[in-house]
């Protein structure tokens, strides 16, 4: 089945926030964001601003009747700035007028001035500076300090990853009016409909129940819009607070890219120790994250890349640490893989440099330290039905790797200028979110008398194709055509208390409350079924629009049954709660089971060099992965090609870059270069691994949006090895993106 918006979205009919059609006397609105990166605001003057004809009213915190706090796991993010600028872009004030125009002209009036203070750019710097957003946190297994001295080889080092933006194709934005008694409905592109209830809740000062927010579908969220969807919607409210009136605020791309964070740029140091057989004996990791101005999603992501530090390898001896670092950079966000990314790449760079140094191939140490079968991960969790093994091996023989490998030493030894490398990159993936709470959903089915159904979940579309998913749940359960079925927005009056759409947890957790709901309905149209049919309940079954009876048709509809049980008074609606069983971890031990179950995969990639320009391509990319037992393979394999191409641009494309004053320089598609059609592998081919699938996926379909971009992470090491095939004196380093320019240098250096 095809993502029931393709139709839509290729013919431009798809709705999403600015193309809602606007109310009579609509406002709009733009923020008015800091110009400089730390100080103390001397003064602003907004008199010219505001007098400009057409200006309705400049906003500040001064007009917040609840508390100006839009912090979600730590209160320390103002909406608007009061005393102190902490970043370039942070908002400080939200012009409102008759028009985008008007308002962006009334902007450009205001005046500022601000006493400048020190500026922190970088993690280090941070961290010698003792700026921090929280505690560090550190997860322990075994003991590292003694297994190092039994080591016979220990390799340190240090890496380095950049950020990331997430370039959603829908830029960040909200349509907020005012209803009766004070009451507001927000659209609003977020993946955290309910983070944006409640955040508005309390900056107006209001209870929950005042507050709709509605969520048609995201074009991209990446966890872009995960925490930093609400700003803008809590501005919008402000405005439609105060001056009861709709007000719209969509922003354009240049000030979307300079007033959100982006993936978190890490700089780490490891230290690794093997034994004389290859075994990875000990793992020691610093991780500083560099957080931005405000806590935003930062701990939960550095838990995160904690919890994924080891990857798919057997350690142990653990200890690895992270430290939030407050920098005075916009707030960095989730990005898909959220701190996995980033913990994944310090480990695949550690066993290389020991590698290099033992004078081994990456690809056995790899190989010798896969996770097996009741292996313990660090965080206590002990490893079950684990697959990692299997997808290697499958990728090793469905793709013939050992010829691939002969084909790159012979076109290596026929050519001077060009040069090809090939990695294997393993993955393992925890589903959940590691905070237990979060791991609940609810879903709302409601069959109408003519037997047409509408479902309502918490789980917000962005591409990831969700709501698909939930139709074909709704459907197979009931045993009706898809047809039948209609997705219903995403809104907080139908679902309530939502977690946002994240952690790839969606599909499961909404899933299975729409399996549920659907149970229930089936339950007591059967009763009204068997009447009708004069058999037992047990022998009943829905299907294919039919009505079943010890799996013979009758000539029972589904229709017949809907209209018999609303003349029979039964209830045709039903709410359903899924919480995921099993799951729980201590924070103050730092153990337990926090993930449902794991997704693994392993991918082979290939590139090849301009050894003159430092120029490559990615010849092919060949990945065995671990879907469990799909429910959507084209939907499915979709994700795992997006995943796979996004995190090859992390890896080698994307170059964020602030300058010392906390300006970013990548602040267009001229300098900020995504992969495009050239740059993307020339060849993608995804094997399912045939397993048994999790029974607490649904339908057995494993979670799928996030972990194929860790697939990514084998373009930095393929590359590594051609540059390292032409030149022989380059010292490995852990760089990331491995841009054209560093490869050049790498292929020169002496
Ligand atoms: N796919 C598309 N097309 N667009 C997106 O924004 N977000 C990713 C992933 N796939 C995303 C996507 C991220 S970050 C997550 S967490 C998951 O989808 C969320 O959806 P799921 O939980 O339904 O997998
Ligand atoms: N968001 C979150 C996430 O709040 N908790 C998580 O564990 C998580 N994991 C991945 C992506 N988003
Ligand atoms: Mo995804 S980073 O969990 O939104």
Known sequence: MKNIDSFGHVRGESLFVDDITTLQGTLYGVTFDSPKAHGTIKNIDYSTAESLEGVVKIF????????????????????????????????????VATSEAIAKKSRALITIEIDEKPVITTAKEAKEKGSFINAPRSFKLGNTTTSFSNCKYVIEGETFSNGQEHLYLETQGCYAIPMENGNIKITSSTQGPTSVQKTVAKVLGVSMHKIEVDVIRLGGGFGGKEDQATPWAVMAAVAVQNLKKPVKYILNRHDDLRMTGKRHPYESTFKIGLSKELKIQAFEVEFLQNSGAAADLSPAIAERTLFHATNSY???????????CKTNLPPNTAFRGFGGPQG???IEAAIAKAAEEIGVNKKKIQELNLLS????????????????????TSAKSNFNSAKLEEEIVNFNNKNAQYKKGLSFMPITFGISFTNTPMNHARALIHIYQDGSVGVSTGAVEMGQSVNTKMLQVASETLGISTSKVKLETTNTTRVANTSPTAASATADLNGKAVLKACNSLIDRLTTVASALLAVDKDVIEFKNNMIYANQQQTSLTWEKVVEQAMFERVALSENAHYATPIIHFD????????????????AITIVT????????????????HDFGKSMNIGIDVGQVEGALVQGIGWMTLEEISYNEQGQLLSNALSTYKVPDVFSAPKTIEVLPLKTLGNEQAIFKSKAVGEPPLMYGIGAYFAIQNAVKEFNPNYQLKFDAPFTPEKVLMGLYEE
């Open 60 to 95: 500040t915190y001064k007009d917040i009747l609840g508390e100006n706090q839009i912090g979600g796991i730590i209160p320390d993010e103002p909406l608007w700035a009061e005393g102190e600028v902490h970043f370039i872009g942070q908002p400080i004030a939200f012009i």
């Open 314 to 324: 057997f350690i142990p001896n653990v200890t690895t640490t992270v430290h939030s």
């Open 344 to 346: 994944m790449f310090v």
């Open 373 to 392: 079968e009741n292996d313990e991960f660090s965080y206590g969790q002990i490893a079950t039905q684990v697959e990692i093994k299997n997808s290697w």
């Open 587 to 602: 924070k103050s031990k730092e153990k337990g089971h926090p993930f449902a179950y794991h997704v693994y995969g392993t």
């Open 609 to 624: 060099v301009d050894c003159l320009r430092g120029t490559y391509e990615i010849d092919a990319v060949k990945i065995v």
